[in-house]
């Protein structure tokens, strides 16, 4: 079975960061994209960032400048460096990979950003 680990949430205060990683038991390249959803109490899922197969990056407008999807192809690792990060930013953190029968979740982790 394919599974998503995920690791790197915490609590951190406004300005700092936190870089998030998503483990994936096959090759990146199996998948049609490798992404990173977020969802706050009370609000819908939305996609935060995404990475292509050829290594096309991109992201939604509240975090453009301040975050950055990368990949680990040998460790079969996707990566989301968040900076700069805001009381608004806080919400659980998916990792989603979907093949083309398949859509496929990590766990979540819960990022607060609070002083």
């Known amino acids: 079975q394919v599974q998503l680990v995920e690791s790197g949430g915490g609590l951190v205060q406004p300005g700092g960061s936190l870089r998030l990683s998503c483990a994936a038991s096959r090759s990146v390249f199996r998948f049609k994209a490798m992404n990173w959803y977020r969802q706050a109490p009370g609000r819908q899922r939305d996609l935060v960032a995404s990475i292509t197969k050829d290594g096309t990056a991109n992201y939604a407008d509240s975090v453009k400048g301040r975050f950055t999807i990368s990949r680990d192809t040998a460790k079969n690792t996707v990566y989301l460096q968040m900076n700069s990060l805001k009381p608004e930013d806080t919400a659980v953190y998916y990792c989603?990979?979907?093949?083309?029968?398949?859509?496929?979740w990590g766990q979540g982790t819960r990022v607060t950003v609070s002083s």
């Open positions: 989603n990979a979907p093949d083309y029968f398949f859509d496929y």
